[in-house]
């Protein structure tokens, strides 16, 4: 029986071993910096100063126009200000909904940087007739130009998450996401303060005007040096059909099950932060008893822990696309909007308090704390979605998956403030209730998601067994192929093996475990998940055996990676067994690539055999110096079981 195609090319295409050597690389001189260094890249620099402009400006002009209609819409527009101000709200996120399949279908169809540009000229034009209406009072021109911003930020958003992926490399997509993000949330804080300082000065419209001309024609200067993004389907033809496309978008992205609760996860990270965001200043006034400072203050602290948060995701994630990290954020989520239920209760003063007396008051820090670690949950909770979007779609639909994010997003926001409009004004519960029944909802939003899609609580338990018990480093690993079918062997030490090599991966993987291995309770969970092929020898299930080697043949046929274990067994004297041939079998099976791997580190722990059987004696050691090390690809007519283990045994050296 023929193979599929994927297969069928790597036969064709065999790994050329020349191109590798087992002599380690010299460090790297970036090191852990390297997620900052990215800002001194063309590929990505240009990118986010342009991205980053993009959201001050909206904020700014956004924000000012609030303002302006909140304490004067009635002179000039006969219209009660409030009635104007959710208006305005309305026109702006309207186009996401009305254009954002459009956005994606022309995002994917052309040249990234040619499109940004486009889209910033028209930010600029947009901003010069805003400087117009400013300098003129012409409140009406300036409505309609917030639904033109909307407009422009609905076309920009697909493009914006979309070009990411052509210009960084895999380890760094996480990087990227986590400065996108964080530069988001502080162009968001830098536009709500920028906007409202600059209107209320003297002249504040013409000055304000100024500003938002002056930070359009940067933005466009900026753009002007990212550097060139292949379209991925210049053929696509581009349905103009609103409604029946923005469905159409929707239903090919519920298609890929991690992907649509994906874009529903980041939703719902929208959805609570424009609850936090709308409700803070009534908070601050009628809970807190604070003023206008303090409502900086809080927005300040919100705004930093997100960019902390989401920069912390890239050290902890070891720059790979670390879903364990979205449970620990929504759990973080959950657990401090509690205790901000319970920490708001301030001792009840005469008047606004100042900023001053707030910081005076014993439980102030406590509140302080909560709102910068809700902002670093979500931090952690978002960038390795936003990843897993660009990542995981395919290079020809990406942009229209993002652009079904984005009405996606649009919509939970409008859910925001329609559930904040009920519980608020219509069920009359207080803003500390409404924040209790968002911690209570966002758990049960991610266990709800997280049953759907058990590869999220799955990457979580592995991230944090391994981060808890080991300092694990690893090297090399970027001989294993990104894409196509690949055999990873190694080394045996203990039970924590596959669960480390999970956990390094930047690919999914799937293991050859020993069916006893697999069906161990406290381990059985991770290898269902992770797709794990229990086996067994053959003169105890030669049934079970068969099955095995078909399922891994299946595996490899659809471009899938696969580790096995080719002693067959935990080492019983820290030393490497002798492999058994079966790796052979099933390489003259399947002729795939073979990349060897090393574990050192592990002989001695908990989980290994030393000193009897493993787990059966107290634990001797912890948080042990681990490493994880790859050789260079073996091809296949080269394979054989003896030279795997003199590979492997060569990696690992002395230290077992």
């Not at 349905?239 to 029946?244: E, K, R, S, T, Y």
């Not at 979500?378 to 639909?397: D, K, N």
Request: one cysteine or more.
């Amino acid at each position: 029986m023929d193979k599929p195609d994927t297969l069928a090319a790597a036969k064709a295409m065999p790994v050329d071993v020349n191109r590798c050597s087992d002599t380690p690389p010299p460090p790297s001189p970036s090191g852990r910096r390297g997620v900052v260094n990215l800002l001194a890249t063309r590929r990505f620099a240009p990118f986010f100063w342009t991205q980053f402009l993009g959201a001050l400006n909206d904020n700014i002009f956004k924000n000012a126009l609030m303002l302006l209609i909140a304490f004067q819409a009635g002179q000039t527009l006969a219209l009660a200000p409030d009635v104007v101000v959710n208006l305005a709200a309305g026109l702006f996120i309207l186009p996401f909904f009305l254009f954002s399949a459009t956005a994606g279908q022309i995002t994917d169809k052309t040249e990234k940087s040619v499109l940004i540009r486009r889209i910033k000229m028209a930010e600029v034009l947009i901003m010069t007739v805003a400087a117009i209406a400013f300098w003129t009072d012409s409140r009406g021109i300036l409505l309609g130009l917030l639904f033109l911003m909307g407009t422009q930020s609905a076309f920009f958003g697909p493009v914006k998450y979309s070009i990411m992926p052509d210009h960084l490399e895999s380890h760094e997509i996480v990087g990227g996401n986590a400065l996108v993000e964080m530069g988001t949330f502080v162009a968001i804080l830098m536009g709500t303060m920028g906007g409202g300082i600059l209107i209320q000065t003297t002249h504040g419209p013409r000055i304000t005007a100024t500003v938002v001309v002056g930070i359009a024609l940067a933005g466009w200067l900026a753009s002007r040096r990212i550097p060139a993004a292949a379209a991925h389907a210049p053929n696509l033809e581009i349905h103009w059909n609103i409604v029946g496309q923005t469905m159409k978008m929707l239903r090919d992205a519920r298609r890929e099950r991690p992907i649509f609760l994906s874009i529903l996860g980041i939703s719902w990270f929208w959805f609570l932060g424009a609850v936090y965001l709308t409700q803070l200043p009534g908070f601050t006034r009628d809970v807190l008893r604070g003023g206008e400072s303090l409502v900086t203050l809080l927005l300040t602290l919100f705004s930093v822990g997100v960019g902390v948060g989401s920069l912390l995701c890239e050290r902890l994630s070891d720059k790979k696309v670390e879903l364990g990290l979205v449970p620990l954020g929504s759990f973080g989520l959950s657990l401090f909007s509690l205790d901000l239920f319970w920490a708001c209760r301030l001792p009840a003063v005469d008047g606004l308090m100042t900023l001053q007396q707030f910081l005076h008051h014993p439980g102030a820090f406590r509140l302080m704390g909560d709102f910068i670690l809700i902002g670093v949950s979500g931090g952690l909770y978002i960038v390795p979605l936003f990843a897993l979007l660009q990542t995981r779609s395919h290079p020809r639909v990406r942009a229209r998956v993002i652009a079904a994010n984005n009405v996606m997003n649009a919509l939970f926001m409008v859910l925001a403030a329609i559930a904040g409009a009920f519980l608020l004004g219509v069920a009359g519960i207080s803003i500390p209730l409404f924040f209790l029944f968002l911690a209570l909802a966002n758990a049960a939003v991610a266990i709800y998601i997280y049953t759907l899609v058990p590869e999220f609580a799955m990457r979580f338990l592995v991230w944090a067994v391994t981060h808890a018990m080991y300092r694990f480093r690893h090297r090399d690993l970027d001989r294993i192929p990104e894409t196509g079918p690949v055999v990873l062997v190694c080394n045996h030490v203990s039970y924590m093996d596959a669960l480390l090599i999970i956990g390094a991966c930047r690919r999914p993987v799937r293991f050859v475990i020993d069916a006893r291995i697999y069906r161990m309770r406290l381990l059985n969970f991770i290898f269902r998940t992770a797709g794990a092929i229990p086996v067994a020898s053959g003169r105890d299930d030669p049934v079970m055996l068969k099955q095995a080697f078909d399922a891994i043949s299946a595996a490899l046929a659809a471009g899938e990676a696969v580790c096995i274990f080719p002693e067959g067994h935990l080492t019983r004297d820290g030393d490497v067994d002798r492999f058994r041939p079966g790796i052979e079998r099933m390489i003259a099976r399947d002729p795939v690539p073979v990349v060897p791997l090393a574990l050192k580190g592990l002989w001695g722990s908990f989980f290994s055999h030393r000193n009897g059987r493993a787990m059966m004696r107290l634990p001797q050691r912890f948080w042990s110096r681990v490493e994880l090390v790859a050789g260079c690809p073996v091809v296949p007519v080269q394979v054989t079981a003896a030279d795997l283990r003199e590979r492997v045994l060569a990696l690992r050296g002395d230290r077992r």
